[in-house]
């Protein structure tokens, strides 16, 4: 399943999509780890619409309060059956804002 064209608000992902758009805040850090030789960052995201996980696989760190667009990311579940945005290495961050 294919991601709108141009943004989109948390409360419209779904499962499967790929090519999106978003912008977020980052409200906080979920988890750093290392799994296999690669870093794994969780991180809490949001919008106007809703809040979601964010899953970022050898990146470098996001700003916790900061504003950042996501291109290119895709939606997955976790084991729980909760969606999750994901950006892999075909997708970009890019900081809006910084923390005050």
């Known amino acids: 399943m ?9 409360k419209d992902l779904r499962e499967g999509m790929l090519h999106v758009t978003i912008e977020v805040r980052v409200v906080g850090l979920i988890e750093l780890a290392t799994v296999k030789g ?18 970022l696989w050898d990146r470098a760190p ?12 895709f939606v997955s579940r976790d084991y729980e059956g909760r969606l999750r945005l994901n950006v892999g290495k075909f997708g970009d961050i890019k900081a809006l804002e910084r923390p005050q």
Do not use: F, M, P, S
């Open 2 to 10: 294919e991601g709108a064209k141009g943004k989109i608000k948390i």
């Open 38 to 55: 690669k870093r794994l960052a969780r991180y809490l995201v949001e919008d106007d619409t809703g809040r979601i996980e964010l899953v």
């Open 62 to 73: 996001i700003n916790v309060g900061g504003r950042v667009l996501l291109k290119n990311a």
